[in-house]
T-cell receptor
Framework: AQTVTQSQPEMSVQEAETVTLSCTYD???????LFWYKQPPSRQMILVIR??????QNATENRFSVNFQKAAKSFSLKISDSQLGDAAMYFC????????????FGQGTRLTINP | NAGVMQNPRHLVRRRGQEARLRCSPM?????VYWYRQLPEEGLKFMVY????????ESGMPKERFSAEFPKEGPSILRIQQVVRGDSAAYFC?????????????FGSGTRLTVV
């Protein structure tokens, strides 16, 4: 079974600075999808960015980018120019293209933005 | 096009009562997933349904929990004889067939409190 590990329970960053959230995963599959979700206090799960494992190019969405290292099974999220609205729980997730295609989530990282 | 609608947003039940959580998927989405989030944890997969069929219920507790997605109407997650340990946020997500890397759309969740 696949597992996802986020080793940083909490992170903080100064507003306008850059922060990187770590995520590692374990799988025997060669094709899969990886996601970062943001969960603000409203509890809504918001998709931040996605990466397909067969693509070597790292995904980028505005101020959010990933560093996908397939051999190391690492998928970190970089947030540039941090804003107060980025404060939230961030979850890394894995999804297999086979079977139920359910998401396997990490434990989450709580990100605090200091003004 | 409304998003995934979950109701109620908050539900309080006494121990031993039944809890019914509802999820209306996005228009055109025929796949529904239920996840449970315990305090300070990531989401855990419970069950995957398509219209009138349970496809994967490997994450569902064997007793007291059931789910359905009828031909007409919302998907229902039912918890009988609730206990304090059932207190959690329950999320529903929906996707169209053949979602690829698109991920799901999540609802805002139902927070169940058992007193």
């Amino acid at each position: 079974a696949q597992t996802v590990t986020q080793s940083q329970p909490e992170m903080s960053v100064q507003e306008a600075e850059t922060v990187t959230l770590s995520c590692t995963y374990d799988t025997s599959e060669s094709d899969y999808y990886l996601f970062w979700y943001k969960q603000p206090p409203s509890r809504q799960m918001i998709l931040v960015i996605r990466q397909e494992a067969y693509k070597q190019q790292n995904a980028t969405e505005n101020r959010f980018s990933v560093n996908f290292q397939k051999a190391a099974k690492s998928f970190s999220l970089k947030i540039s120019d941090s804003q107060l609205g980025d404060a939230a729980m961030y979850f890394c997730a894995y999804r297999s293209p086979k079977g139920a295609q359910k998401l396997v989530f990490g434990q989450g990282t709580r990100l605090t933005i200091n003004p | 096009n409304a998003g995934v609608m979950q109701n109620p947003r908050h539900l309080v039940r006494r121990r031993g009562q039944e809890a019914r959580l509802r999820c209306s998927p996005m228009k055109g989405h025929s796949h529904v997933y239920w996840y449970r989030q315990l305090p300070e944890e990531g989401l855990k997969f419970m069950v995957y349904l398509q219209k009138e069929n349970i496809i994967d219920e490997s994450g569902m507790p064997k007793e007291r929990f059931s789910a359905e997605f009828p031909k007409e109407g919302p998907s229902i997650l039912r918890i009988q004889q609730v206990v304090r340990g059932d207190s959690a946020a329950y999320f529903c997500a929906s996707s169209p067939p053949g979602q690829g890397a698109g991920g799901y759309t999540f609802g805002s969740g139902t927070r169940l409190t058992v007193v």
